[in-house]
């Protein structure tokens, strides 16, 4: 599988990070788990785009995870023409999320469903709400759920695809849990996003400092991967952003604690999982 880190960023705007939102192709299925601020733009730079998609899975409903979804059915829709149905899964709430987002763009479906006479029906979104601990099929990827932590947001899911022997968890916003790991256990990825509670607490904002109760950190992360015997840990939805010149710091914080691959980057960053890795 080929992960693409489409939106390194968090809600904090940055001209350089997308919002959260992560690219997963396996084969010629191409699944998006969570879509952020620009995510249409970065899955072109990414190679692929709404209309490729097999299906968009939802971890939570935070804005800054969903708040693009809508570019995401509209460029769907005009580009299989109503046609192709657009499964979305995500936890309970999901449903009324994407038929609340249908209103808001009532007036553009009708006037384009008014210009074009190729275009019948509006945006053809399949949402299938799912729980803790579900199994179901993506083509041939496996998908299978499990909850999350990150009150107040719940419920949260996290997933873990399998396909042609190699697996990647992708957990959304969460603290260490026994979901977590259930989902990254002997993973090839594991892809976490993350803050670096040291220099959060330094911030001298309430807002701020209130994410700290319901997010992972970098050091707990590495410790999940590790304990769980992930191979990879994937950082994104870095806070706060850092530069290229503070990767370093941040992987070696994450080394302290694991000794696999550990990724992180800018935006399509892409890590590539093959069949027959030895885990070790
Ligand atoms: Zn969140
Ligand atoms: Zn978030």
Known sequence: MEIVLTGTGSPLPDANRAGPSTLVKAGDTHILVDAGRGVVMRMAGGGSLPAFLAAVLV?????????????????HWIMTQGNVALPVFGPAGTAQFVERQLHALEADIGYRIE???????????????????????????QVST?????????????????????TVALVGDTLPCPGVDTLAADVDA?????????????????????IL???SGVVEAAQTAARVGARRLVLTHMVP?????????????????FDGEIVIGDDLTTVTTEQGEAHG
């Open 241 to 257: 952003a850092p530069t290229a010149e503070q990767y370093p710091e941040w992987i070696a914080r994450a080394a302290e604690h």
């Open 59 to 75: 971890t939570h409903l935070h804005s800054d995870h969903i708040c693009d979804l809508n570019d995401v059915i509209t460029t």
């Open 213 to 215: 109760d319901y997010h």
């Open 115 to 141: 210009h074009h006479d190729v275009l019948t029906r509006g945006p053809n979104v399949e949402v299938t709400e799912v729980e803790p601990d579900d199994q179901f099929a993506v083509n041939d990827v």
């Open 146 to 166: 499990a909850a999350t932590v990150h009150a107040p947001a719940r419920p949260t899911i996290g997933y873990r695809l399998e396909h042609n022997g190699t």
């Open 190 to 210: 594991y892809v976490q996003t993350v803050i670096r509670r040291d220099l959060v607490e330094l911030i001298p904002n309430d807002m701020v400092q209130d």
